[in-house]
């Protein structure tokens, strides 16, 4: 089975663009989740993550469990953010 890695981000906030502030506002990674490959490809996330959320909105991430042997399934950047149901299908 191919899971791709995607993130659920964080609303971006209203700034008011002030000096020296870039007018775009950084979104963070609420958290991590896990998705079968769409059909067809192994880059693009199916429309489903493994918890059942819709992918619609989630940003695929860079992370490929497959490049790092021995390493979790997500980025361990984001270990405190990751999905606990897409976490425990990713266990079996």
Same mark, same amino acid.
């Given at each position: 089975m191919s899971e791709i890695v995607v993130y659920e981000l964080d609303k971006p906030a209203a700034?008011? #663009?002030s000096p020296g502030t870039p007018g775009g506002a950084e979104?963070? @990674?609420r958290t991590v989740h896990a998705a079968p490959a769409? #059909?067809?490809t192994h880059t693009a996330p199916g429309p489903r993550t493994l918890c059942g959320k819709d992918t619609f909105a989630m940003e695929a991430a860079p992370w490929e469990p497959s490049e790092h042997p021995g390493a979790p399934w997500y980025p361990p950047e984001y270990a405190s953010v990751v999905c606990p149901?897409?976490?425990? @299908?990713?266990?079996?």
């Open positions: 700034m008011r #663009p979104r963070r @990674v769409a #059909p067809g149901d897409c976490d425990a @299908v990713m266990e079996i």
